[in-house]
């Protein structure tokens, strides 16, 4: 089946640094790829949509100037979270869907702003 | 606009029994219904999904799920409930006539947890 994957799985920042998170799919070409931020024990929360090529599409309350979403291929994605703070700790996690109208999921990221 | 309910936020069973996770839905035309499940600081692992056709879908690790239309359902069952079927499950939508893609609206999630 088709394999989406996240890096770093897991990193530590100090507050005011940005970070940056990348998502491939491995072996099919995503043409949308999706941004989700998960609070614990809490639901998945859509930030933002990107084609690759085009500018991501962001969600009402997204701010798109603290979360720089790139989407420059087929295979890879990387949401970027600028001056990062304390509230911006969470699971973070990417989604890819190619032709159909399936979402593949990365393993997540866990992002700590200290 | 697409919506989805699941009003249980944990379902506890005894290990052999059933399982029955709930999921209602809203949507304006015809939905894409699915399920997915996560286990602690992991991704989203998909399950099953409804498109089209019969209405009883059979995913992975012996769930399934029966689309209702009349209801606007769309619960996740298991014949017999494994202690490792302890997780948190996700029902999805996605509305066949919305602009924006592939955007999936998700439920708030059910903690399964199943015991000896």
């Known amino acids: 089946g088709a394999v989406v994957s996240q890096h770093p799985s897991w990193v530590i920042c100090k507050s005011g640094t940005s970070v940056k998170i990348e998502c491939r799919s491995l072996?099919?070409?995503?043409?949308?790829m999706f941004w989700y931020r998960q609070f614990p024990k809490q639901s998945l929360m859509l930030m933002a949509t990107?084609?690759?090529?085009?500018?991501?599409?962001?969600e009402q309350g997204v701010e798109k100037d603290k979360f720089l979403i790139n989407h420059a291929s087929l295979t890879l994605s990387t949401l970027t979270v600028t001056s990062a703070h304390p509230e911006d700790s969470s699971f973070y996690i990417c989604?890819?869907?190619?032709?159909?109208?399936?979402?593949?999921f990365g393993p997540g990221t866990r992002l700590t702003v200290t | 606009a697409q919506s989805v309910a699941q009003p249980e936020d944990q379902v506890n069973v005894a290990e052999g029994n059933p399982l029955t996770v709930k999921c209602t839905y809203s949507?304006?035309?015809?939905?894409?219904l699915f399920w997915y499940v996560q286990y602690p600081n992991r991704g989203l692992q998909f399950l099953l999904k409804?498109?089209?056709?019969?209405?009883l879908v059979k995913g992975s690790y012996g769930f399934e799920a029966e689309f209702n239309k009349s209801q606007t359902s769309f619960h996740l069952k298991k014949p017999s409930a494994l202690v490792s079927d302890s997780a948190l499950y996700f029902c999805?939508?996605?509305?066949?006539?919305?602009?924006?893609?592939?955007?999936?609206?998700f439920g708030t999630g059910t903690q399964l947890k199943v015991e000896l």
């Open positions: 999805a939508v996605r509305d066949e006539i919305t602009g924006g893609g592939n955007k999936l609206t």
């Open positions: 989604s890819a869907a190619g032709q159909t109208y399936e979402q593949y």
């Open positions: 990107s084609n690759e090529g085009s500018k991501a599409t962001y």
């Open positions: 072996d099919f070409q995503a043409t949308t």
């Open positions: 949507v304006s035309g015809n939905p894409y």
């Open positions: 409804y498109i089209t056709g019969d209405n």
